[in-house]
């Protein structure tokens, strides 16, 4: 089945904890995208990649890092995890430039 | 700054009801303009999008919106809803200042009721 697979689903983390989000497109799209949700301010974005081989940074950076080895797969990583890191991540893909983004279901984490 | 603006929170509409939430975008003569749903628990599923042409655009699920430009908005409307439109609704603009990327509005929430 197309589409954007995000795992896990959830998870609960100890502060401090590494953690790794993953993101799989199987629509060959050449942009991925990843976002967090909080109450009260929409969806923000974190990093996103607009081919393999190249990433870059977007609103909320800090804290978080990615990596885009090949088209199908862009992790999210947070190397040492903090309480205002609890959020709801979304991955996204889209083909080009002003093209529709395709999201994915969602990994819903918190940090303790 | 870019921004995308909806200024209701949350609507509680009657089923049957039309409906039209508001948003309002900030940056562009042209603009690439999106709506997204989310229903609870779930991601977010693209309703419709404008990107040129015609003003009005028609959507998935009954929905519409239109662009005015004069107005700087992109409402979006249903003449008819139904209990399983209760949802959060986002507009979203994308723009490319060196890096391409979608602005969200911080989203409606949409309750029906019978």
């Known amino acids: 089945i197309a589409g954007i697979t995000q795992a896990p689903t959830s998870q609960i983390l100890a502060a401090g904890r590494r953690m790794t989000l993953r993101c799989t497109q199987d629509m060959r799209h050449n942009a991925m995208y990843w976002y967090r949700q909080d109450l009260g301010l929409g969806l923000r974005l974190i990093h996103y990649?607009?081919?393999?081989?190249?990433?870059g940074k977007g609103e909320v950076p800090d804290g978080y890092s990615v990596s885009r080895a090949n088209t199908d797969d862009f992790p999210l990583t947070l190397a040492s995890a903090v309480p205002s890191q609890t959020s709801v991540y979304f991955c996204a893909s889209s083909q080009g430039q002003g093209k529709t983004q395709y999201f994915g279901p969602g990994t819903r984490l918190l940090v303790l | 700054a870019q921004s995308v603006t909806q200024p209701d929170i949350h609507i509680t509409v009657s089923e049957g009801a039309s409906l039209e939430l508001r948003c309002n975008y900030s940056y562009g003569a042209t603009p690439y303009l999106f709506w997204y749903v989310q229903s609870p628990g779930q991601g977010l599923q693209l309703l419709l999008k404008?990107?040129?042409?015609?003003?009005l655009v028609q959507g998935i699920k009954g929905f519409e919106a239109e662009f005015k430009r004069s107005q700087s908005s992109f409402n979006l409307r249903k003449p008819s809803v139904h209990w399983s439109d209760a949802a959060e609704y986002f507009c979203a603009e994308y723009t490319n200042f060196g890096n391409e990327k979608l602005t969200f509005g911080t989203g409606t929430r949409l309750t029906i009721i019978p």
């Open positions: 404008y990107f040129s042409g015609d003003t």
């Open positions: 990649s607009n081919t393999a081989g190249t990433t």
